[in-house]
């Protein structure tokens, strides 16, 4: 039998070791024993029930709206059976739920569930982790107005502490990242400063400013934005850098979700610099991780960023998950590119093949036709020929506006 402390217990529960300490006392954990001063608990107990498990009152066993992203969810393969670690806290139990379903990309299960936590009776991180769900699900839609109520429904969520509108400002900074709007983003977050957060929060912050950082290189390379000090591909090339270290921790800390966004958005960035094959080790090891619970929605998310190479290389593991993949995609892009547009007030194109995006997208960070030839291993005429079709197909006036695009 495998055990573990109080202090272990306490954690995994989201209640104090004193806690504990008096539940072992008063013979209500099944299986503890006493060791000397201490106790040792079953690692597979559970919190002895009190009669509340239905009160949504209840406070979050973590300080956090973000629950998939924390260490419950630590082993890949067993979503499901993390999720029975909240039993004792109904709207933990269905947050988590909903979250992982997401990540699945059954969003058709996501919305009800969405709506129920924004009802009057949640408590402060349940209308968050609601309004996050709701944000989501306007993604796949495409609706602006649902992008509009979910964020008024967390800006309306009852803070009660510095920490809570810190929470609060970082839920709408990771909502606006997913479609890549950074204009509200709090000076704190855009620094990577995250003292003021819970320890639970950290994960999701860490994934999510990672994001931002890829938004300012993508800006830079594409010469949207000007940087002083920086021109090209540099800033892109300098990001691995700074996710290297943070991938590693998340190994540490077992959280599986931050360990897989920041894998893929490690690829992206080596990608994007023309390094495919420490690219692809990350890719790899991301859909590793993926496909044991079927978290075939974060996989959907990348799918544009990597011209092909993504479904290439889960064709290679699993082809039925590349169809899966496909399939979400073809409805993800659509939505992703009407709301991000309706946002920021421009088009995004959605009819790009992973090649026509490609070269648009080297196109747009300078490239010219002969080295985009080159990189690609394609004729110049091949390459003059898919910046024709981009202009085609997106109506702008030459490759001088495919970052606009994009």
Not at 164 to 188: H, Q, V
Not at 206 to 227: G, T
Not at 254 to 262: A, C, G, R, S, V
Not at 365 to 377: C, Q, R, S, V
């Amino acid at each position: 039998m495998n055990l573990i402390t109080v202090k272990q217990a306490a954690e995994k529960w989201g209640v104090t070791p004193r806690r504990v300490q008096g539940l072992c006392k008063e013979g209500k954990i099944k299986g503890a024993t006493r060791w000397e001063r201490t106790w040792m608990i079953p690692s597979h107990a559970v919190l002895p029930s009190t009669n509340k498990g239905d009160d949504p009152h209840i406070p979050m066993p973590r300080k956090s709206p973000f629950l998939d992203m924390t260490n419950v969810y630590s082993t890949a393969g067993k979503a499901d059976e993390s999720i029975s670690l909240f039993e004792n806290n109904m709207e933990a139990h269905e947050l988590f739920k909903a979250q992982i379903a997401y990540r699945r990309g059954e969003i058709e299960k996501v919305y009800d569930k969405a709506r129920y936590f924004l009802s009057s009776h949640s408590g402060f991180y349940a209308i968050l982790g609601g309004g996050m769900l709701l944000s989501q699900c306007a993604i796949w839609r495409g609706d602006i107005h649902l992008w509009n109520e979910a964020k008024r429904h967390i800006c309306e969520a009852p803070c009660n502490s510095k920490t809570d509108r810190e929470i609060l400002s970082l839920t709408l900074a990771i909502i606006d990242s997913s479609i890549y709007d950074n204009k509200d983003f709090p000076d704190w977050f855009t620094r990577g400063n995250f003292e003021a957060l819970p320890s639970d929060a950290h994960p999701a912050a860490k994934v999510f400013y990672i994001k931002y950082l890829y938004m300012e290189a993508f800006a830079v390379a594409s010469k949207q934005y000007d940087k002083e000090g920086v021109t090209g591909l540099a800033l892109m090339k300098m990001i691995p850098n700074t996710i290297e270290p943070m991938i590693t921790q998340a190994r540490v800390d077992k959280t599986i979700i931050p360990e897989i966004f920041l894998r893929l958005s490690c690829a992206v960035a080596y990608h994007n610099s023309g390094q495919r094959d420490l690219a692809i080790q990350h890719i790899d090891r991301a859909i590793a991780l993926s496909l044991p619970d079927g978290l075939y929605g974060i996989l959907v998310e990348y799918v544009r960023h990597f011209d092909g190479l993504l479904e290439e290389r889960l064709g290679i593991i699993d082809e039925l998950a590349v169809e899966i993949v496909k399939e979400l995609y073809r409805t993800y892009s659509i939505g992703w590119s009407r709301l991000s547009g309706a946002v920021r007030n421009r088009y995004i194109a959605s009819n790009l093949t992973a090649r026509e995006r490609e070269v648009a997208k080297l196109a747009a960070f300078g490239f010219t036709t002969k080295e985009i030839a080159t990189m690609l291993y394609i004729s110049e005429s091949t390459v003059k020929q898919t910046v024709l079709r981009v202009v085609q197909k997106t109506g702008v006036k030459d490759r001088s506006e495919f970052s606009s695009i994009l």
